[in-house]
């Protein structure tokens, strides 16, 4: 890959997150998206692809290097930068034959962890208990590997609407596997660790989201919402955010992912 193009300025970097539902059907939307906003970082999840199906000569044409590692139809992860990548790893470390959905790596001197945390299914159901189980292991791979005065940003689809003003009707949604109590709590513990919501930090305000059910009519155009995409920070590297916003644009397009971007600007 060519250098030219590349970011030379460390000191200030843009790190994004998109859930973007299969980066085949996406594929236009995402090179679109990032041509116009031309990220340092963006992490995706929800590739739905086999790696030796991975769409990358696309992103060899707009100067981005990246590192992926998915399955047919389901999950997947996979980072684009326009610095190098190293160190990257997947999966925890007591588990290599997870289903693809945590990524680590380090860019600029930052340790990423793109995670696409499980949706959980029903509350009754073995892949709810898997989320919370999930959850539990992020939070000791956390533990075991860094500390919280560490520069770490974790983002990604967590699948988890944190508090009442992250869902467009928290009275009827209470109880759904991503709106309640226990994986609010299962999310506070692994925040609990040093994490701070970098969205929440800089738009304390209510009507924001990131996440737009397809299954609910004009969901989009009403905004039924739900905050459910997140970038998650250590104190460190959370001083050095200057904005934290949510970009719905993509979601106006045509045959757009149920998700949209959530953007992080940082500055030393």
Same mark, same amino acid.
């Given at each position: 890959m060519s250098e030219?193009?590349?970011? $030379?300025?460390?000191g200030n970097m843009k790190i994004a997150t998109f859930?973007?539902?299969?980066?085949?059907?996406?594929?236009?939307?995402v090179v679109d998206w990032l041509g116009?906003?031309?990220?340092?970082?963006?992490?995706?999840?929800? $590739?739905?692809?086999?790696?030796?199906?991975?769409?990358?000569?696309?992103?060899?044409?707009i100067g981005y290097r990246y590192v992926f590692r998915g399955?047919?139809?389901?999950?997947?992860?996979?980072?684009?930068s326009r610095h190098p990548i190293h160190d990257a790893e997947f999966g925890f470390d007591d588990e290599l034959k997870d289903e693809p959905r945590l990524l680590k790596a380090s860019v600029n001197g930052l340790t990423i962890v793109n995670t696409y945390v499980p949706q959980g299914f029903q509350p009754d159901s073995d892949k709810y208990r898997y989320k919370l189980q999930w959850f539990a292991r992020l939070g000791a791979?956390?533990?075991?590997?860094?500390?919280?005065?560490?520069p770490v940003l974790w983002l990604g689809d967590l699948n988890v609407a944190p508090q009442a003003i992250d869902v467009h009707d928290p009275v009827s949604l209470l109880g759904h596997v991503c709106f309640n109590p226990q994986v609010q709590e299962a999310l506070e513990a692994v925040m609990a660790w040093g994490f701070t919501d970098l969205f929440r930090r800089h738009c304390p305000d209510p009507g924001h989201y990131s996440?737009?059910?397809?299954?609910?009519?004009?969901?989009f155009k009403q905004n039924l919402g739900w905050r459910i995409d997140h970038l998650m920070?250590?104190?460190?590297?959370?001083?050095?955010?200057?904005?934290?916003?949510?970009?719905?644009?993509?979601?106006?397009a045509a045959r757009p992912s149920d998700h949209t971007p959530v953007v992080a600007d940082f500055q030393w």
């Open positions: 030219e193009g590349i970011a $030379t300025a460390p859930n973007v539902n299969s980066i085949r059907a996406r594929l236009p939307i116009a906003n031309r990220p340092d970082v963006l992490a995706v999840q929800e $590739t739905k692809v086999q790696d030796q199906d991975f769409p990358g000569e696309a992103f060899d044409e399955q047919k139809s389901y999950n997947g992860v996979a980072l684009f791979y956390f533990r075991n590997r860094f500390k919280p005065t560490d996440f737009w059910d397809y299954r609910a009519s004009n969901a920070a250590t104190e460190t590297l959370a001083q050095k955010c200057t904005a934290c916003y949510i970009d719905s644009q993509p979601r106006t």
